[in-house]
């Protein structure tokens, strides 16, 4: 039970070098308000659940397998306090929010939800941008 344990945590760890990467020139973002957080590993996932007082830490594992997007925001004057937490989803090539909320599963700030609005948009043009290039590059 142990070494399979191990070997399941050495794959995620590989698997999280692999995707972590990925997942920031995808979403990672800050501009002079809010920043857009990528947690690099299952203990930065449980930290955001204590802090928010929410149950992310049972996503832990679906973000490590790819299977689902956590991010954080925060605003950036205070980036290392939790302030909202964003769960990411995908869906004919496009992103969406399934959850994004403040502590204990409160809702987020207006202002705060429609900057996640907006942002969320631009990674949403920027990736339908990239899949037409790869896709004139691929016709050749």
Do not use: M
Request: proline share 2%; with cysteine; net charge positive.
């Amino acid at each position: 039970r142990e070494e399979r344990e191990r070997l399941e945590n050495y794959r995620k760890t590989k698997y999280i070098e692999k995707l972590y990467p990925d997942l920031c020139d995808t979403f990672k973002y800050s501009d002079n308000k809010y920043s857009i957080v990528v947690p690099s590993c299952a203990a930065d996932i449980l930290d955001e659940a204590s802090q928010q007082r929410n149950c992310v830490g049972g996503y832990a594992d679906r973000h490590l397998s790819g299977t689902t997007i956590i991010l954080f925001l925060r605003k950036t004057s205070d980036i290392g306090r939790s302030f909202g937490t964003l769960e990411i989803g995908r869906r004919n090539g496009s992103y969406y929010f399934v959850q994004a909320y403040a502590a204990g599963n409160k809702h987020l700030p207006k202002d705060a939800q429609k900057w996640l609005d907006k942002w969320l948009n631009n990674v949403n043009k920027v990736k339908r941008a990239q899949n037409r290039i790869a896709l004139a590059l691929a016709v050749g």
